[in-house]
């Protein structure tokens, strides 16, 4: 195991009916700006329950952060914040609004010329303002940790930030206002939470035996309650399950003293800045090509994810892992999300355009052993048309 | 899965070398008082990485905190810190010195007439002097925990008091400090945690797969690796594992959202108060009894124990559940911690006596269905012989 430091001070609070929670969880004076998406928050009820519990106080509302949110609508939210004086950002939505209002909280203290530099340049983060969120949608792990993924529509970039002054003071997780969401929706969180989990544990093993029964524990129930999850859209325990495990899959537990990829997040990023396509469709093209093209390199973790993960203990190595992989294809096509750049009508053409991106975004040393070059990710996606 | 809130801000330091971070991680002007016990880190070389990144502070130290630590001694380094005005308290050492400077930190700012009272009348913990530690023994989950259990010499009495006040800033774990421990206490720490883990888990399923699939995954490592810390004390990986096994046992995650037992942790300190066992020593004994005295009500959990823990999937239900109870004694034994009270020398008879202060203490409903009454106790004990 390696050396690592953990700290994760968010305050979770989970369960039915938890919304009301934010009465006694927003501090007493703040002057709150509340953001969201498209809307669907209106339709489910889940604002009704937010505007019930901050009544009386004072209160902006900023909508119409989009997936994969955009710096350009995020600077409209500072824009608002900055003449409103709002001093606490509560997110209300899934992982592209937590992510959104990130950049928004970080953005109002920047001191330099442009917050996109956050982003572009990794200037640092020294100031934030608090934020806090309700998710409706359990994926990318957001609600637990310090990351943000932001796109620039003018340019086509999608670039990531961290940093702990932009983790969630408190989120609120009730898997009841998971009901109503689209099967497209349940299904890329599941994914998401999927790879979020395998960039931690598909990598080469140092004998961390807590992180990867954590781990394994995690795809598990993903792999149980993901379908279920679809099958039966009202059912509790099993949406609590997945919230719960997407949660737990990037809140920086399981990556704690163990090698990280993160190469397949990389690669498709791209592909979304390219097509469009959701996050979580990119991941779900890219893994199963990355895992076959690294397959010598991951091996004895690959071995362990067949057996333990997956129950397959009978054949040689070769044909395990190979079994593992497609499991984990069929995984997510049992999901309804294609695992081929084919599935989405893509002939992968593209290939050489989304390499240059990843050159010029300088990934060119990806992977948990800074292995996968531009002609590694190359083959990867040649491996996923 | 039960509602819950989850919130664990301690910063973990986790690895070889890391004791040198206490230069950075103390605040600059704080004015420590370093507490520890029996002076076995002066021997081990823990003090001397201690005071050289404490190096030109203002540093008062107060030793001799005993296992089971008592409340006459923590009295004393409460007068200590008071005559010193010391405001931040750096615990270096197992779970006793952690927990006895939990109370230090609570007697310190508390406002009542006796601090006694945190603990025999659970007055409110309104305030703590921030404390940090260096663990050098892997068992209780203090490092990572607001609970403390203290002793007082004088009526036999041992209470515990819990406090999110008194977590733990930060805690340094550095595997290498476990290196000298006697034989003794590891299997102690091992069969500690361990039973930490099935308290949260050995109860009724709430359909809570992620709970249950991390506290299987922490019974997992300690099986393998317990073992193992006793037979190679130099192995770092097993070290490390079983550090950060012991650590995730009792953190609060595992038992998020789920029914928790502690009978065997109430019925043990009675016997710790009536006969000095080792705390896990008391555990060791009273596990297995329980599991057998309460088979039916922990009928589900027990055959999911028996098969994804221990392997056990063939034979009715009642032998699988009866041989999960066995390979769990036969490992406390192979740890070298006797499951019987015979295992010490003791002939029962003072199970009426253990009763009789479980019903003073007003431990008259234990367990995940406030069940165990103190006839059930006495049965379970009997049971213990």
């Known amino acids: 195991m390696d050396n690592f430091i953990f700290q994760n001070p968010t305050r979770v609070i989970f369960g039915k009916g938890q919304i009301a929670a934010l009465k006694d969880e927003l501090p007493a004076n703040a ?94 983060v020294k100031a934030a303002v608090p934020l806090a969120c309700v998710l409706t949608l359990p994926a990318t792990g957001t609600e637990m940790n310090g990351n943000s993924v932001v796109s620039r529509k003018a340019t086509g970039d999608k670039l990531a930030f961290h940093s702990t002054l932009v983790l969630p003071q408190f989120s609120i997780l009730d898997p009841e206002t998971t009901y109503s969401l689209p099967v497209r929706q349940v299904a890329n969180g599941v994914v998401d939470a999927f ?9 080469y093993p140092v004998d961390a035996r807590i992180q990867d029964r954590f781990a394994e524990g995690i795809l598990q129930t993903l792999i149980e309650e993901g379908p279920r999850a679809l099958a039966e859209p009202q059912n509790y325990a099993v949406r609590a399950n997945v919230m719960w495990a997407a949660t737990q899959a990037l809140n920086g537990l399981i990556g704690t003293g163990v090698p990280q990829d993160w190469a397949t997040h990389m690669i498709g990023h791209e592909l979304t800045a390219m097509h ?32 333990r993960v997956w129950g397959l203990n009978s054949g040689d190595e070769e044909s395990r892992i190979t079994a593992a992989i497609q499991a984990t294809r069929d995984f997510f096509e049992r999901m309804g999300v294609p695992t081929r750049l084919s599935g989405h009508k893509l002939n992968g053409s593209s290939i050489p355009a989304v390499v240059a991106k990843l050159r010029e975004h300088g990934m060119i040393a990806l992977g948990e052993r800074q292995a996968i070059t531009p002609e590694v990710s190359q083959r990867i996606l040649e491996r996923a048309r």
Chains 1, 2 share one sequence.
């Open 31 to 124: 002057r709150v700006m509340v953001t969201y998406g498209g809307g669907s928050i209106m339709r489910n009820g889940v604002m009704e329950q937010v505007r019930k519990a901050l009544a009386g106080r004072s209160v902006v509302e900023f909508g119409g952060i989009e997936p994969n949110p955009a710096y350009e609508t995020l600077m409209e939210a500072v824009k608002l914040a900055k003449a409103e004086k709002i001093d606490y950002l509560l997110a209300v939505g899934g992982g592209s609004v937590v992510d959104g209002t990130k950049f928004i909280a970080a953005a109002l203290k920047f001191e330099g010329a442009d917050p996109w530099d956050i982003l572009a340049k990794h200037a640092p």
């Open 195 to 203: 790879v979020h989990t395998t960039e931690q544990y598909l990598t």
């Open 276 to 307: 469009g396509l959701d996050h979580a469709q990119t991941l779900a093209i890219v893994l199963p090509a990355l895992l076959e093209e690294q397959r010598q390199g991951k091996r004895e973790k690959l071995l362990q994810f067949a057996s």
